[in-house]
């Protein structure tokens, strides 16, 4: 777990930057002036912010990581994100099977492309963990910034449930909404089990978790006992709240 100075991904101390919690190159501002609408996907109506260029503070984590770790880290990473988004999109547009772009062999399992995809959302998961206090476990962090391939991020895709009241509250738009961050407690004991988020745009919802090892949980009850609790409670009165 690292604080302001150092870095929230790698730990080094440097030019701290914000990361965008939606790609900026996802919200369109290149192609019209217009705002943008932005917020958490459950209670979207009451919680959207505006923001009116993709600098605004309302596009951005509160937690910082080094210049080094928003770039050259993680370039490749947000490139091919950005793509699997794109062709994505198109197929929904034409009405055509969503899932066919991870059947395709520039996304096979074990390819870099494929990699990067899940390395992408193991960042902004990362982040999300520093945007609220909570320890970052090793393993996804290393996956994050590229110091190991070992993928440690499932990635799903649906249809976004929310995506008809959210049309109704502002009009029909391609609007990118994110899921916060949810702890999914194991059932029973509420002990952590994993941690998700998601980005949707258009009608689809991209869900990305990372489940804690026995060694982590451990680590994280030992290290960290006052969080721990604190995912307990939250696991166990709402069965996987979002906490940020």
């Keep these: 777990k690292y604080n302001e100075p150092r870095c929230s991904l790698c730990g080094e101390e440097g ?28 209670n979207f109506a009451a919680e959207f912010r ?17 210049e080094a770790c928003n770039t050259s880290r993680t370039q490749s990473a947000d490139r091919q994100f950005d ?18 772009p991870l059947k395709s062999p520039r996304l096979n399992p074990g390819t870099a492309e494929r990699t990067d995809v899940h390395r992408y959302c193991a960042k902004i998961l990362c982040c999300f963990l520093a945007e609220v206090g909570a320890p970052t476990p ?11 391939d070992n993928n440690c991020v499932q990635l799903n895709m649906d249809t976004d449930p929310t995506y008809v009241q959210i049309l109704k509250a502002i009009g029909p738009a391609s609007i ?27 009608s689809v919802r991209f869900t990305y978790s990372f489940w804690f090892t026995e060694e982590e949980k451990l680590d994280l009850l030992e290290k960290y006992p006052d969080y721990y609790k604190r995912l ?13």
């Design 138 to 148: 090793t393993r996804l962090s290393e996956f994050a910034i590229g110091r190991t």
């Design 50 to 66: 505006v923001a009116q260029g993709p600098k605004s503070k309302f596009l951005k984590f509160k937690s910082k990581i080094c």
């Design 176 to 202: 990118p909404t994110h899921g916060g961050l949810k702890f999914s407690g194991e059932k029973g004991t509420y002990f952590p089990g994993y941690c998700f988020s998601s980005f949707s745009l258009h």
């Design 15 to 42: 030019l701290l930057t914000r990361e965008h919690k939606v790609k900026a190159s996802l919200l369109g501002f290149d192609r019209d002036k217009q705002h943008r609408h932005i917020g958490p996907i459950e």
């Design 232 to 244: 307990i409670e939250i696991a166990g009165d709402n069965q996987g709240a979002r906490i940020e």
């Design 83 to 100: 793509i699997y988004v794109r062709e994505v999109i198109e197929l929904v547009e034409s009405e055509k099977e969503i899932e066919s």
